[in-house]
C-alpha cells in the first residue's frame, strides 16, 4: 500500500472526529447556552446535508464503493474498501466498526425529525434545519445521539484500525 494510501486510511477518524465536534459544537452545555455562531453552514442551512456527506465519504472509502448505501449495497471482505484490511485481520472487528459509521450516517439523518435517516435535504414542513435543532429540546436530545454515535465511530477507528494499519507491513 502506497504512503499516499496509508495516510488517507489514516485520515478517516478525524474525519468521523470533525463532524462530532462541528455537531457538538453549537450545542453548548444546555439548551438555554446554544451557539448559533458556531454552526458550520449557518447562513445556507445545510449544516446536517455537510455532517451526512462528510460521513457519506467515510462510508465510501470504508466499503470501497463510491454512494455506498448501507440497506442497498452489500459490503465484501473481498473488496477494494478499509473493510477489506480490517476484515482479513478481524472480521467481528470489520462488521463493528460499519455498524458504528452506519448509526452515526443514520443518527445524523434523523436531527432533521422526519424519520428518515437517508436524507437531510429539507423539502418537508416536518423537517428542521440544524439551527432549528439545536434550539429545540427533541432536536437536541436527536443531535446528541448523532455525537454519541460519531463518537463511537471514531473511537473505533482510532484505536482499533489505526493501530492495525500502523502495525501492518504494506511492503510488496
Known sequence: MSPATTATLSAQPSSVYANAHHCAAPLGANINSTDESLEESQFSYNSLTDFHNNVQSVLNVYSGQLGFKPRDNAISPTG?????????????????????????????????????????????????????????????????????????????????????IANTDFAL
Not at 102 to 120: E, P
Open 80 to 164: 477494494n474498501g478499509l473493510y477489506t484490511f480490517v476484515f482479513a485481520h478481524n472480521a467481528l472487528l470489520a462488521n463493528q466498526v460499519l455498524a458504528a459509521i452506519v448509526a452515526a450516517y443514520d443518527a445524523i439523518g434523523l436531527i432533521d425529525g422526519d424519520g428518515n435517516s437517508n436524507t437531510t435535504a429539507i423539502v418537508r414542513p416536518n423537517q428542521i434545519t440544524f439551527r432549528q435543532a439545536i434550539n429545540d429540546p427533541g432536536g437536541r436530545i436527536r443531535c446528541q445521539t448523532a455525537i454519541t454515535a460519531l463518537q463511537t465511530a471514531q473511537n473505533l477507528l482510532a484505536t482499533r484500525v489505526l493501530p492495525l
